[in-house]
């Protein structure tokens, strides 16, 4: 059984930076997919990045390109988020979540094993 906790979130103004963490209890990550979604009110949950756990590859929603960063700590079992240039639509409940198996897809929600409990991002214009 595998434990996500994120940390981080908070309220910001437009423009500024938050670091979400992801941190992984239970058991190690050796390989798999550790993505970083979203949800916003009255909307569906979207992908916002990811990170193959083995090679370190990532793939980035268009929409943060440039102002995101996914990395991993392989030590610490932990992944991180850095938000940069904040926008007010950043704002949403952001979960981080692992597949056991990379199928070429990173953006389904359903094809995620472990989810965790949510942390609240808050972004004021």
């Known amino acids: 059984q595998v434990q996500l906790v994120e940390s981080g979130g908070g309220l910001v103004q437009a423009g500024g930076s938050l670091r979400l963490s992801c941190a992984a209890s239970?058991?190690?990550?050796?390989?798999?997919?550790l993505g970083w979604f979203r949800q916003a009110p009255g909307k569906e949950r979207e992908i916002v990045a990811a990170i193959r756990w083995t090679f370190g590859t990532t793939y980035y929603k268009d929409a943060v390109k440039g102002r995101f960063t996914i990395s991993r700590d392989n030590a610490k079992n932990t992944v991180y988020l850095q938000m940069d240039s904040l926008k007010p639509e950043d704002t949403a409940v952001y979960y981080c979540a692992h597949k056991t198996l990379y199928d070429g897809s990173w953006s389904e929600p359903l094809r995620y094993n472990y989810w965790g409990q949510g942390t609240q991002v808050t972004v004021s214009s």
């Open positions: 239970g058991r190690t990550f050796s390989s798999g997919v």
